[in-house]
């Protein structure tokens, strides 16, 4: 609730394009709790999101994930069985 309703501390919205498609595009935003967590939004849909024990670069939702990579770019799934979207940062 508190995240949904940015009622504890959050990142500025990062905008990712994905697979070279910038219509495709996930906004995310991290959220300052415990454990962390983000929303992602894709289309008209929003998820909210965990980061999974043990692995600092790894949000889970009930159908979504987001897995961060070093060079600034994400690999997101959205959706069940739903392949997975390449996408970068946008600047």
């Not at 980061?51 to 949000?59: A, F, G, L, T």
């Amino acid at each position: 609730m508190q995240a949904r309703y940015r009622l504890v501390e959050h990142s500025q919205p990062s905008f990712y394009s994905c697979d070279g498609v910038r219509a495709k595009e996930v906004v995310v935003t991290r959220f300052d709790t415990n454990p962390p967590s983000l929303i992602a939004e894709f289309g008209d849909r929003v998820a909210f999101m965990l980061q999974q024990p043990k692995q600092e670069n790894v949000y889970h939702g009930r159908n979504e994930s987001v897995r961060y990579l070093e060079d600034s770019s994400a690999e997101i799934t959205w959706g069940y069985q739903s392949p997975l979207m390449l996408c970068r940062v946008e600047q």
